[in-house]
Structures are given as structure tokens and as C-alpha cells.
């Protein structure tokens, strides 16, 4: 079965480190890439896509992203993080799974920048 | 250009009860996904309408339902509700099917009581 883990629940970090968040996936069929962010009381933006090409995708508010094939990985890094980088953040897959192009969903990680 | 706004922002129902929960997305856009967010489950794709017509589904009981009118606003209604039904619901839209960008709604807190 298809699936998205993300390693980290928490990841709590001081302002101005760099943070990386990691995302894994499973699945055997072509897929692609997508971190969202999620502020408190409000839906998901999009921060970066991975659909092809370059493995290295850059996003908004200075995030980036790498994807890896081989260890089918998808992890989001910032060198230097800010109080307002402070959300949830979740990593997802798109593909055709069981028939229906879904978008899968990681369980998230909760990035906690403090001063 | 007006976000996906999503209505009403919240809702409390009783167990037993149905709720009509409402998207609309943003101008030119044909596409709407339906999501559940809960603490225990996370996000869950629940279907996508594009023209009218479901085209996407998730692993959803056939208590949830939707619809799409000709100006790609769409409804979800759940009959029945149950307390697990308590969650947030969020609305993407995207200018096609399947489109890889979509934008999000703030979403409809629901809860069952």
C-alpha cells in the first residue's frame, strides 16, 4: 500500500539554525512530490513541488527540497528558520492509487521555532 | 483573485443529523478535492468533482457525499453523523482535473455532539 511518513512528529529548533524535516514514501509507481504548511486555524499552502527534472526544488519563504529515488525520500530544508516559520507542516504523494489519482497525506510534522 | 472560501466556518451537529457543508473555489478554477482532518487519522482525501462529476474518490462510507454545480461551487454532505465525524473539513480547488497545484480552503469545524 501506498504510504508517506514523515520521521518527525515535533522538531523543535532556535531561530536562525537550519531545520530539515523528513519525509519518506512508498511506492512503486511514478509519483509526485508536494510539502503544504499549515498555520493555526487555517488550511494548507503549498510550499514546493516535485514533478519532474531537477532534484532539487526550491519553494516559497526560502525553503527548499531534495528529492532522492533511490531511497525514496523527499526532505524539506531551510538554513536559517524564523519565529514564523513556527506550523505544522505535511509531506504528500500524488499517483494513481487503487485506481483513483489521490493525494496522500504524512501525518505531519509540528516545526516549534523558539527565540 | 478571491481564495477558496469555505462555508460555515463552523458547525455543531448532533449525533444522527446531517450536515451540508459548502466550497467555493476560486474564479476559473473547475476542480474541487474534499478533505477530513482529524487529530487521530490526519488529512484524508474524501473525492474530486471536476465538471459536474465525481472523478476521484477516497475510502470513505457512502454516508459522505458531494456535488458539483455548473459554477464548479461544490457541497459535501454527511448523513448520519457519528462522533468520529468530528473534524476539520478542507476544500481545494484547482483549475483541472488532477491538477498538481491545488489551493486550500481555511476549512469547516465540525462537531458532533
Known amino acids: 500500500a501506498q504510504s508517506v511518513t514523515q520521521l518527525d512528529s515535533q522538531v523543535p529548533v532556535f531561530e536562525e539554525a537550519p531545520v530539515e524535516l523528513r519525509c519518506n514514501y512508498s511506492?512503486?509507481?511514478?509519483?509526485?512530490l508536494f510539502w503544504y504548511v499549515q498555520y493555526p486555524n487555517q488550511g494548507l499552502q503549498l510550499l514546493l513541488k516535485?514533478?519532474?527534472?531537477?532534484?532539487l526544488v526550491k519553494g516559497i519563504n526560502g525553503f527548499e527540497a531534495e528529492f532522492n529515488k533511490s531511497q525514496t525520500s523527499f526532505h524539506l530544508r531551510k538554513p536559517s528558520v524564523h519565529i514564523s516559520d513556527t506550523a505544522e507542516y505535511f509531506c504528500?504523494?500524488?499517483?494513481?492509487?487503487?485506481?483513483?489519482?489521490?493525494?496522500?497525506f504524512g501525518a505531519g510534522t509540528r516545526l516549534a521555532v523558539h527565540p | 483573485k478571491a481564495g477558496v472560501t469555505q462555508t460555515p466556518r463552523y458547525l455543531i451537529k448532533t449525533r444522527g443529523q446531517q450536515v451540508t457543508l459548502s466550497c467555493s473555489p476560486i474564479?476559473?478554477?473547475?476542480?474541487v478535492s474534499w478533505y477530513q482532518q482529524t487529530p487521530g487519522q490526519g488529512l484524508q482525501f474524501l473525492f474530486e468533482?471536476?465538471?459536474?462529476?465525481?472523478?476521484n474518490k477516497g475510502n470513505f462510507p457512502g454516508r459522505f457525499s458531494g456535488r458539483q454545480f455548473s459554477n464548479s461551487r461544490s457541497e459535501m454532505n454527511v448523513s448520519t453523523l457519528e462522533l468520529g465525524d468530528s473534524a476539520l473539513y478542507l476544500c481545494?480547488?484547482?483549475?483541472?482535473?488532477?491538477?498538481?497545484?491545488?489551493?486550500f480552503g481555511p476549512g469547516t469545524r465540525l462537531t458532533v455532539t
Open positions: 468533482y471536476f465538471s459536474e462529476t465525481q472523478r
Open positions: 504528500a504523494v500524488r499517483g494513481l492509487f487503487g485506481g483513483y489519482n489521490k493525494l496522500i
Open positions: 516535485y514533478l519532474s527534472g531537477s532534484t
Open positions: 481545494a480547488s484547482s483549475l483541472g482535473l488532477s491538477d498538481y497545484e491545488q489551493y
Open positions: 474564479s476559473g478554477h473547475r476542480s
Open positions: 511506492s512503486s509507481v511514478s509519483v509526485y
